[in-house]
């Protein structure tokens, strides 16, 4: 409000001076040649003088008035961008706070608060993915938190649905537990999770296509329809995981134990 009072008091007082000026001096310098004409000559000339400095003057008035309607826009919306960058960064400042919380379900909030900021607000969006993927990266150093396996299934999630066009380079969660964890149809692809535990996981129709799975385990981990196209799976650990319609096109899977058969893609199971 401070800045639109100055800009529209720069604007009048311009003005003023403007107009004072086109109908004193620069009147005067104008019709000094007609001095020598008649009087009602003369005050015609300068009549007419003063109506074509006034129409310009008029001309004057509006541009400076249009300039500072488009400086009070401009900054009126640079200041509500700050304003609006401060508030998602309040909210991401909190969401962190809660991931380190001591209460399972402050921490599955500040996960999905985390999601909801980078749909949002999409400049926070490759932030967001780092710090969640640096989340897991603790969760795979031992860093012990009560019932982990809720947030870690929160944070997968969250990664999994991800907009990928955020991406400013490579994801990686690190060896992190994820046991016993269960993510419908979530999408990892590209996502660097070498030594990931998914043993007894259920992960129906996930997507791990060019995922980087070296050393993964998959012990028991339910797996049907899901699709490993280009993945690096070497010595991951298979042994007793259902692979009804798995898709390995591709794969690396040099050393892999518990594949059933040598193409790596099962059929889906015959009812």
């Given at each position: 409000m401070t800045f639109l009072m100055i800009v529209l008091g720069v604007v009048v007082a311009g003005s003023a001076v403007a107009v004072g000026a086109l109908l004193g001096p620069v009147t005067r310098r104008m019709t000094a040649d007609v001095k020598a004409l008649a009087p009602d000559q003369r005050a015609e000339a300068v009549t007419a003088t003063r109506t074509m400095l006034m129409q310009v003057g008029s001309l004057v008035t509006v541009a400076l008035s249009l300039a500072g309607l488009v400086g009070t826009f401009y900054f009126s919306s640079q200041t509500v961008s700050l304003e609006t960058q401060k508030q998602f960064q309040a909210r991401y400042d909190k969401a962190l706070k809660d991931l380190r919380s001591s209460d399972s379900s402050a921490r599955v909030q500040g996960l999905y608060e985390l999601e909801d900021i980078a749909h949002?607000?999409?400049?926070?969006?490759?932030?967001?993915?780092?710090?969640?993927?640096?989340?897991?990266?603790?969760?795979?150093?031992?860093?012990?938190?009560?019932?982990?396996?809720?947030?870690?299934?929160?944070?997968?999630?969250?990664?999994?649905?991800?907009?990928?066009?955020?991406?400013?380079?490579?994801?990686?969660?690190?060896?992190?537990?994820?046991?016993?964890?269960?993510?419908?149809?979530?999408?990892?692809?590209?996502?660097?999770?070498?030594?990931?535990?998914?043993?007894?996981?259920?992960?129906?129709?996930?997507?791990?296509?060019?995922?980087?799975?070296?050393?993964?385990?998959?012990?028991?981990?339910?797996?049907?329809?899901?699709?490993?196209?280009?993945?690096?799976?070497?010595?991951?650990?298979?042994?007793?995981?259902?692979?009804?319609?798995?898709?390995?096109?591709?794969?690396?899977?040099?050393?892999?134990?518990?594949?059933?058969?040598?193409?790596?893609?099962?059929?889906?199971?015959?009812?």
């Open positions: 949002e607000a999409p400049s926070f969006a490759w932030k967001v993915t780092l710090s969640i993927a640096a989340y897991l990266q603790d969760r795979a150093r031992g860093q012990a938190t009560p019932r982990p396996h809720l947030t870690v299934e929160a944070a997968l999630t969250v990664l999994g649905r991800r907009d990928r066009k955020s991406d400013r380079g490579p994801v990686s969660t690190g060896p992190v537990a994820a046991d016993g964890v269960t993510l419908r149809s979530t999408d990892l692809s590209g996502t660097d999770l070498r030594g990931i535990d998914f043993t007894d996981a259920t992960l129906p129709q996930a997507r791990f296509t060019n995922a980087d799975l070296r050393t993964a385990h998959f012990k028991n981990a339910v797996l049907p329809q899901a699709r490993f196209t280009g993945a690096d799976l070497r010595t991951a650990d298979f042994t007793g995981a259902q692979l009804d319609g798995t898709t390995f096109r591709k794969a690396h899977l040099e050393g892999a134990l518990g594949l059933p058969t040598p193409d790596r893609k099962t059929p889906p199971t015959q009812k």
